[in-house]
């Protein structure tokens, strides 16, 4: 009697087991639709940056729109700062629906496609207004729905700016300048390969790590965008900055496509019509804080800023010129080609 109890305990508890799984990754929207014609569903929002962050904006304005086009129909849940999951696993999270929506950098992307680290070759995109007109044309939706292959929905491109350089050895006014040092970079085979090709080199360091391995000298400087090079306060640590826009790390908003396949035509349209709003407040906010920041920085005085000449800056493209080449063929070469077109 003694053994068919214990089985009898082992098999529910398995039995429960197996619903609490399948209850996992689950679409979120009950099968109840509102009188106005939203479903009644929760939609879960993850990104690994602060509330005040340009894309924390961009998260709430999102969240905003939604839940008062629906009437409160459609709750949108926001997880800043990695709090439900962090660079190493929201991916994979999203993948399992256990979130619906994310933004990391493009270049966490790549692994699906290569043509997803187009944004790290060098000078391929000339202005923002190239880089827009870009992003919101078909060969930019072409580039996000590479993606649907492995269950990813592409919704839109976040900004986050051009990058410059900042050191504490020398003004950097052409590539020799560069020669020697050892510069902070997100990784990637493509930044290694430009930093090489200045003789220097590229190494990759945590973001949060980045202040004290240049406190401590373990590293000659970074490359950011200006809004992180002054909330970082680098200027404390580093003595020159130089205006280079050399590349650009964007944002892919991403959802999970069955998630996405599931909605009705009504929610979908409201979903897509508040991206669209949060990505043009994104990209008001990005300029914004970029200008401010900078003006913040040479206000300051602790580091010399140097902005590239036109002269300057024709040396740098002319010394990448073998690494735009190579990147530029393993990538889709249709895309890459519109790019270049719409700067003729």
């Known amino acids: 009697?003694?053994?068919?109890?214990?089985?009898?305990v082992l098999t529910a508890c398995l039995v429960a087991l197996l619903i609490v799984i399948s209850g996992c990754g689950k679409n979120t929207a009950s099968s109840e639709t509102s009188s106005n014609g939203y479903p009644k569903m929760t939609i879960k929002l993850s990104h690994v940056v602060a509330e005040d962050d340009p894309k924390g904006k961009m998260a709430t304005k999102f969240k905003e729109i939604v839940e008062k086009k629906s009437e409160g129909s459609i709750t949108v849940k926001v997880y800043p700062n990695g709090q439900l999951y962090g660079d190493e696993n929201e991916i994979q999270a999203l993948q399992s629906n256990n979130v619906q929506i994310i933004a990391p950098q493009t270049t966490k992307l790549a692994g699906f496609d290569e043509s997803m680290e187009l944004f790290d070759i060098p000078f391929l995109f000339k202005d923002e207004d190239v880089l827009y007109k870009f992003e919101d044309s078909d060969a930019g939706q072409?580039?996000?729905?590479?993606?649907?292959?492995?269950?990813?929905?592409?919704?839109?491109?976040?900004?986050?700016?051009f990058k410059h350089i900042t050191n504490s050895e020398?003004?950097?006014?052409?590539?020799?300048?560069?020669k020697g040092l050892k510069i902070r970079t997100h990784g990637g085979e493509i930044l290694n390969d430009s930093y090489k090709q200045f003789g220097a080199a590229s190494t990759k360091i945590a973001?949060?790590?980045?202040y004290q391995a240049l406190?401590?000298?373990?590293?000659?400087?970074?490359?950011?965008?200006?809004?992180?090079i002054k909330s970082q306060s680098y200027d404390e640590v580093q003595k020159y900055l130089s205006l280079t826009n050399h590349t650009r790390t964007e944002y892919g908003l991403v959802a999970n496509k069955k998630?996405?396949?599931?909605?009705?035509?009504?929610?979908?349209?409201?979903?897509?019509?508040?991206v669209d709003a949060a990505t043009k407040k994104g990209r008001e906010l990005?300029?914004?804080e970029s200008d401010e920041a900078l003006k913040e920085i040479e206000a300051a005085g602790k580091m010399k800023v140097h902005e590239l000449t036109e002269e300057e800056h024709e040396k740098f493209v002319e010394a990448l010129k073998p690494v735009i080449d190579k990147w530029s063929k393993k990538m889709?070469?249709?895309?890459?080609?519109?790019?270049?077109?719409?700067?003729?």
């Open 1 to 8: 009697m003694k053994k068919i109890k214990a089985s009898y």
């Open 142 to 161: 072409d580039l996000l729905k590479k993606l649907e292959g492995d269950g990813i929905k592409g919704l839109a491109f976040w900004p986050n700016g």
């Open 170 to 178: 020398r003004e950097i006014k052409e590539p020799s300048d560069l």
């Open 207 to 210: 973001f949060n790590d980045v």
């Open 215 to 228: 406190q401590l000298g373990t590293i000659d400087g970074q490359e950011n965008n200006l809004t992180n």
């Open 259 to 274: 998630w996405w396949d599931g909605l009705n035509d009504k929610t979908q349209k409201l979903v897509s019509e508040a």
């Open 286 to 288: 990005a300029k914004k």
């Open 332 to 344: 889709d070469s249709e895309i890459i080609q519109r790019i270049l077109d719409m700067q003729k």
